[in-house]
């Protein structure tokens, strides 16, 4: 009987972590793990290379900002808006790397930020102050993340089909709550979170709680059992059931930490446009997802890397302002990005065939 890396590779679940990224894989003999004397180059030379390329992508971008719009894209409001806006959608994409390492997808984060947006900002919520939306936005994001986890881990549902619907269904909830209309928030409190006034030493409280996030998300990957635990789900399912891992348990805490995510970021909207609206978190599953991706983290589930993921989002977003700055259309904007998570797949799987060497 095989068992997972993460755990029984390890020593049990409070053996040392793996690193931000790949297990040692399930259904491979000894002598052929990554970092061996025939899996090609060591396991931290290969994500320091990967974390190294992201970087230097996003400091291209910035040269070419740099370049043609050095007034403007310098501009220290502008960067602020940059980690601003990357902020949301980056708390979302630490929730969905989580899934996406576990073998799973969620099509529905665009969707349940809507909705907890939308469930936040009304009237009667509104009565309650800070802590009533607060509090609103995180139980519906947790009980959308419930729904998607019970439905994919005791339903048997698989992740697309699963998500699909409650995407479907989020947002015509969101769309019945709102009837079509934008809420306005009036409580100060909640407003003044995203005036410039509330910056500590410059920075903006929202990327504040995106870099809290961050942190938290990779020390539940990297120092965990929870962590080794959703590697391993994704590496081998089976392997991980026969080693007396609750599987079914795991994917439900994985998609409850995604809902949150969603939860949290709805909130950071609230506070960043003042208003909630069923229009909110469009396409978030498709920029988060992408994010993810050219990050390092893979698609068939077994690795994931919180820093990747985040590097994925600035890049993405960065490349968002330029073209804004640029006054660009859209659409070579889409296409840019198209060829980006076209060119990190390549990358993904010409890194696995070297690996497997």
């Keep these: 009987m095989k068992q997972p890396a993460s755990e029984a590779q390890q020593g049990g679940p409070d053996a040392a972590p793996a690193a931000d990224a790949v297990p040692v894989p399930l259904n491979k003999p000894a002598g052929k793990t990554p970092g061996g004397a025939k899996g090609g180059p060591p396991l931290g030379l290969r994500l320091d290379f990967r974390t190294l390329s992201l970087l230097g992508v996003l400091a291209a971008l910035i040269v070419v900002g740099g370049i043609t719009k050095p007034e403007q894209f310098l501009d220290t409001s502008n960067l602020q808006l940059v ?198 978190g469009n396409l978030y599953e498709l920029d988060a997802i992408a994010a993810a991706i050219i990050g390092g983290t893979l698609l068939s589930g077994g690795r994931g890397t919180i820093v990747g993921s985040v590097l994925g989002v600035l890049i993405f977003t960065t490349i968002t302002n330029i073209f804004a700055l640029n006054n660009l259309q859209s659409d070579v904007q889409q296409i840019a990005k198209g060829a980006i998570i076209v060119a990190a797949v390549l990358v993904q799987r010409r890194t696995a065939r070297n690996g497997e060497g």
């Design 83 to 280: 980690l601003t806006q990357a902020s949301i959608i980056g708390v979302v994409t630490v929730g969905m790397t989580f899934v996406i390492t576990s073998g799973g997808i969620d099509l529905s984060v665009g969707a349940i930020v809507a909705l907890a947006s939308v469930w936040a900002t009304t009237l009667a919520t509104q009565e309650y102050g800070f802590a009533g939306i607060l509090f609103t936005a995180i139980i519906v994001g947790l009980a959308c993340g419930l729904v998607n986890g019970v439905l994919i881990a005791y339903g048997g549902m698989a992740p697309f089909i699963a998500t699909l619907a409650i995407m479907a269904s989020a947002r015509g909830l969101a769309l019945q709550i709102t009837d079509g209309n934008t809420q306005i928030v009036t409580l100060k409190s909640v407003l003044d979170l995203g005036a410039r006034d509330s910056y500590i030493l410059g920075i903006p409280p929202l990327v504040i709680i995106f870099a809290v996030v961050t942190v938290v998300g990779w020390l539940l990957l990297n120092r965990t059992t929870f962590g080794r635990r959703t590697i391993a789900v994704g590496g081998n399912a089976e392997a991980t059931r026969l080693a007396g891992i609750d599987v079914r348990r795991q994917r439900l805490y994985l998609y409850l930490f995604s809902g949150l995510c969603c939860g949290i970021a709805a909130f950071m909207l609230i506070v960043l446009s003042g208003s909630g609206q069923n229009t909110n």
